[in-house]
């Protein structure tokens, strides 16, 4: 089976890749927002965007990986906007974890896959 890269403007990597049926997006990050609510909505709205892209929405998610940078802080309010944006009949299996970022303003990353069929 062939492997689709799309969005490979970036020289360290592509946006998206397709392969056996499988869509796997780069992280997602928003350093636009200054609080942890309207950067989740935000990297959200980026993962809606690339899995349309590819042809799949979130009913489709298989895994999620999320990064926040102060997890005591942030993992309710987090959850608060992840909560009413998954597809509550389709939630993928997820981790959650605390990381340093590459960008002080950030304070989340996610990265999903999902399925194309």
Known sequence: MATTRIG???PRMSKIVIHNGIVY???QTDGTAT??????????????????QANTDKSKLLTSSI?????SRD????????NGWVDPNNKP???????????EQLLIE????AATE
């Open 35 to 52: 609080d942890i609510k309207n950067q989740t909505a935000n990297v959200l709205k980026k993962v809606d965007d690339l899995l349309a």
């Open 93 to 103: 299996v997820r981790a959650t974890v605390e990381a340093n970022m590459a960008r």
């Open 25 to 27: 997006i780069s992280g």
């Open 110 to 113: 996610v990265q999903v896959t």
């Open 75 to 82: 993992f309710k309010d987090m959850n608060d906007v992840w």
């Open 8 to 10: 490979t403007e970036d």
């Open 67 to 71: 990064w926040l940078k102060d997890i």
